[in-house]
């Protein structure tokens, strides 16, 4: 490949190799062009994830793909006749570092975003067809490589069963249409019916996260058929007379068969705020630990448009920051260590974490943390009033939630991996453009459990000018002036040339 590269294990816990998380300046150095570097991890959490390049907006490219973790007791008792893996992309015609390069520039004074091209499923133009067995039970397992938009994803005639969001095992809902966001999965279950012969199902970009025009609904949908298999042969264990009576089955819901035009628009999209985890694990009280959050998108004169949530727009360090946190000692519970440009928040082992966040702007934002599945304790339009019995108290676990526009939301989870983790906007562009901050979980903790592997440091020779120490490459303590004037900033960024030189050769 002829650009600096990475890649990061969406869903990851990476309990105990955060040095495989992968994304640039977070983790790792860019893998420079001929150079390689392996990736080591325990495959956990179970459920349909995905992989993705984590370097700038690489993965819009198509360096991506599905990452299935099979949980078998789960999945048995789910008693589904099949597996169906699909995806959802937005794509563009132009390549990823020219639009990041036109999206940064000071000449895009509102932080316009460019418009997808089209919509994807499976990362083709040509939706795959169905082949369903009436009264067979089959779970769709669907994953978002997008990198801007959401799509909302239906089946005529048929309900669809939620059992898992981003890997995480919910109480089965049912519902008429999931609505999914760039790097979310979700899990549900479709029963095969009577009216096969003529069903299909579409799959629809939404526009309200869209700054530009909007596409033709023939651009923006895919609708693809849905045909009867062959029902003859059948499967031991699963009954044959369609009178399943599970927890999961769409039986008493009648329907007047119809078929999906490009007219088509949603209802009954499904609230993921609103599922309940299958372990009912309660909302955690007791918090230790509160960050608090806000869109800010700001015009800076000379530079561009960019978008902080916290401390300053996310700016790639010189260290990485989880290098930084490894061999700084005690200096690695200041954030002053990782530079204001890295937005870091230093946590303690085994808080109880609150990231409570605003957004006052027009449009949503997918977050997604690294590290974690958290719950998602609140979320709501305005601001949350305070009160702790206004919150969810069986709440859904999930990676990757969104920000309502005008709106907020709450989630919580136990500092119980130290490491250091990404939490940023997964519209791509965003994240380039700073909508991002640190997570320096325990880096006392992880300063005895983990060490910099050999690579992660031969990566950043061929790329960086240093690789340990704080983040001005130094090993004694900053002060605030040292670590706002020293370290990488958007005001202040003293890369090398070479890095982040993501441009086609
Ligand atoms: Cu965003």
């Known amino acids: 490949m002829n650009e600096t590269t990475s890649l990061h294990f969406h869903g990851m816990y990476q309990n105990g190799t955060v040095a495989a998380d992968g994304p640039v300046g977070v983790a790792q150095c860019g893998i420079a062009p001929g150079r390689y570097f392996q990736y080591r991890f325990v495959g956990n959490p179970a459920g349909t994830h995905w992989w ?54 000071p000449n895009n004074t509102d932080g316009s975003l460019p418009t997808p091209n089209s919509f994807l499923l499976n990362d083709s133009r040509a939706p795959p067809r169905f082949r369903l067995k009436r009264d ?7 994953v978002s490589f997008a990198g801007l938009v959401c799509g909302q994803f239906h089946i005529a005639n048929h309900t669809l069963t939620v059992v898992a969001i981003d890997g995480e095992p919910v109480r089965p809902a049912i519902t008429d249409t999931i609505a999914i966001c760039a790097g979310q999965s979700y899990d549900f279950i479709v029963l095969g019916n009577q009216y096969e012969q003529a069903a299909n199902y579409i799959l629809k970009m939404t526009t309200d996260m869209l700054t530009g025009p909007i596409p033709s609904s023939q651009t923006r949908a895919l609708i693809g058929d849905i045909a009867l298999e062959n029902n003859t042969s059948i499967a031991a264990g699963i009954s044959p007379n369609g009178s399943f009576t599970g927890p999961y089955g769409s039986q008493g819901v009648s329907y007047i068969p119809t078929l999906l035009n490009f007219n088509w628009t949603a209802q009954g999209i499904l609230d993921d705020a609103t599922l309940v985890p299958l372990d009912n694990e309660p909302l955690f009280k007791n918090v230790t630990r509160r960050i608090n959050f806000r869109t800010n998108q700001v015009y800076y004169e ?14 790639e360090p010189r260290v990485p920051s989880l290098q930084s946190a490894l061999t700084t000692g005690q200096l690695a519970l200041d954030w002053t260590t990782y530079g204001p440009g890295t937005s870091p928040y230093v946590v303690r082992h085994n808080d109880i974490v609150e990231i409570y966040m605003e957004n006052p702007q027009i449009w949503p934002h ?13 979320r709501g339009l305005g601001s949350w009033d305070g009160n702790e019995d206004s919150l969810y108290q069986t709440p859904a676990r999930r990676n990757n939630l969104v920000i309502p526009p005008f709106g907020w939301f709450l989630i919580r989870f136990i500092a119980d991996n130290p490491g250091v983790w990404f939490l940023h906007c997964h519209i791509d562009l965003h994240l ?6 640190t997570i320096v979980e325990a880096p006392d903790v992880l300063q005895l459990q983990q060490r910099i592997p050999i690579q992660n440091i031969e990566a950043c020779k061929a790329d960086y000018r240093c690789s340990v120490g704080t983040c001005n490459c130094r090993l004694d303590k900053l002060s605030e002036e040292e670590s706002n004037e020293q370290c990488n900033t958007i005001f202040n960024n003293v890369n090398p040339a070479r890095y982040g030189a993501l441009l086609p050769c």
């Open 302 to 315: 000379g530079i561009g448009s960019r978008i902080s949530i916290g401390i300053q727009p996310y700016t």
């Open 432 to 437: 380039v453009g700073g909508m991002a901050a």
């Open 366 to 378: 997918p977050m997604h943390l690294h590290g974690h599945n958290f719950q998602i304790a609140g």
């Open 52 to 105: 993705h390049s984590h370097e700038k907006a690489q993965y819009t490219d198509g360096l991506r793909g599905k990452m299935i973790i099979h949980d078998p007791v789960w999945e048995a008792s789910l008693k589904v006749h099949r597996q169906i893996y699909l995806s959802v992309s937005d794509w563009w015609h132009q390549q990823s570092p020219f639009m990041v390069h036109d999206y940064l520039s």
């Open 136 to 142: 067979r039970r089959y779970l769709v397992r669907i």
